[in-house]
């Protein structure tokens, strides 16, 4: 069964040799250029996505508004994103050894926000690579399997952190 990514892994792309992307970063955080009107009373918070070329040949990578979709709380309700702030990849040359970081801005209500499902579909040299899916929530550091201060102890990045430590200590014994 495919299993989501905890946000903070890297996910390698069969079809695109050396091709790796990840979701981080995911923290509450004020836009740059000020809040937009549409998001009164919702919490912004921001995350990046990063390509990484591992490979021996440069890729061109798009990385552009509606290939990512942001999710919040366990209804799944859809954010705000807030495009004016974010920044995307439009067209960038990824050469060997190098990366490209989207960052992007989003809002929903507080509460909500303990549960984060982020999913990307990247096009690369105008081919459109699979739709992979990272959850994690605010509070909730990278790589961290406690319950983080704020998030519920059945919320789903919880759950998928559970999962991979007890899959990687099946896997050691």
């Known amino acids: 069964m495919y299993e989501p990514n905890v946000v903070g892994d890297w996910q390698e792309y069969d079809a695109h040799a050396g091709l790796r992307v990840r979701v981080h970063r ?86 909500s926000l303990a549960q984060v499902d982020v999913q990307i579909q990247l096009r690369v040299d105008d081919d459109w690579a699979d739709r992979r899916l990272w959850t994690g929530g605010i509070g909730l550091g990278e790589g961290s399997c406690g319950t983080p201060a704020g998030a519920g102890r059945d919320s789903l990045a919880h759950q998928v952190s559970n999962f991979l430590r007890d899959q990687a200590e099946e896997g050691s014994a």
């Open 26 to 111: 995911l923290e509450q955080s004020e836009p740059p250029r000020g809040r937009d009107d549409a998001a009164e009373g919702l919490t912004y918070f921001c995350l990046r996505v990063t390509v990484e070329n591992r490979g021996d040949s440069n890729s061109t990578i798009h990385l552009e508004d509606g290939q990512i979709d942001v999710r919040l709380g366990p209804d799944g309700e859809s954010a705000f994103i807030d495009w004016r702030n974010s920044q995307f990849i439009e067209g960038f040359d990824v050469y060997p050894l190098r990366r490209a970081t989207a960052v992007l801005y989003a809002a929903g209500p507080e509460a």
